[in-house]
């Protein structure tokens, strides 16, 4: 007679887990750092499988298209987030947004006039309290903005800053 044996244990990250696993690790950053959860879950939403706003805004792998996306929910997320850390996030990694879709694409996806974004790139590549690559990649978007094509199709109402 055979012996029953026990049944593997499932890995949570394994598919029908991974949706808890999202909102659990979701609910922790809630916790743990408020005001990047919700950029955190709008990357995730947006380009599935990252789970950090900053690390997908500047990955190499990161689409024109889902920068577009990217910015586009950063924008909103500057004026419903719920507390100041959070519109502050927010507005740093709209500005960023832009600024690596100068860098790593030649693309201008933002109708504010070239001065405006050269003052939010100038003034994210000195903000101390960000992350160096986020200066880096403001830095070098000051640098590419007098190259710049026009305005990518589909952002003609990109009003506000």
Do not use: C
């Amino acid at each position: 007679m055979d012996t029953p044996q026990p049944k593997p244990r499932t890995n949570p990250s394994d598919a029908g887990m991974s949706a808890m696993g999202d909102s659990l690790r979701w609910a922790f950053e809630l916790e743990t750092k408020p005001s990047e959860a919700t950029a955190n879950w709008l990357v995730g939403e947006i380009i599935p499988g990252s789970h950090d706003a900053i690390t997908a805004v500047l990955a190499p792998t990161t689409s024109l298209e889902q920068l577009v996306e990217l910015k586009n929910a950063f924008k909103s997320m500057r004026v419903s987030g719920a507390t100041v850390g959070e519109r502050r996030l927010a507005a740093q990694l709209y500005a960023a947004t832009i600024a690596t879709a100068v860098v790593r694409w030649n693309a201008r996806i933002s109708s504010q006039p070239t001065l405006a974004l050269f003052d939010a790139f100038t003034a994210l590549s000195r903000d101390s309290d960000i992350p160096e690559a986020l200066r880096d990649i403001a830095e070098l978007a000051v640098e590419g903005l007098p190259v710049l094509p026009p305005l990518v199709r589909g952002n003609e109402d990109d009003e506000s800053r």
